[in-house]
Nanobody, 120 residues
């Protein structure tokens, strides 16, 4: 089993910054992808950014050049630095871990979510 504990959400004014952290514990496979998704009210959950164990990243177009994902593999922790925040970034942000046991098969885990609110 895997546990994901998020921290760092909150209320910030437009143009401000926040840093989210997510610490993973439990059975973490050597090949995994950690990332952040978000879900705004009335909308589907969407990928924000992800990073695999060798540092390859994937970003949503809407956050490129504003958000940066990073990870500390020794601590099994992933971070999301969010700069130049906009009101449309307001959402619940969820940490995600995919434990890969084959090329295309994985076990999927979610954190409890942390609220990010950007005021205009």
């Amino acid at each position: 089993q895997v546990q994901l504990v998020e921290s760092g959400g909150g209320l910030v004014q437009a143009g401000g910054s926040l840093r989210l952290s997510c610490a993973a514990s439990g059975s973490i496979f050597s090949v995994n992808v950690m990332g952040w998704y978000r879900q705004a009210p009335g909308k589907q959950r969407e990928l924000v950014a992800s990073m695999d164990t060798v540092g390859s990243t994937n970003y949503a177009e809407s956050v490129k050049d504003r958000f940066t994902i990073s990870r500390d593999n020794a601590k099994n922790t992933v971070y999301l630095q969010m700069n130049s925040l906009k009101p449309e970034d307001t959402a619940v942000y969820y940490c995600n871990l995919r434990n890969y046991y084959s090329v295309s098969s994985y076990l999927n885990y979610w954190g409890q979510g942390t609220q990010v609110t950007v005021s205009s």
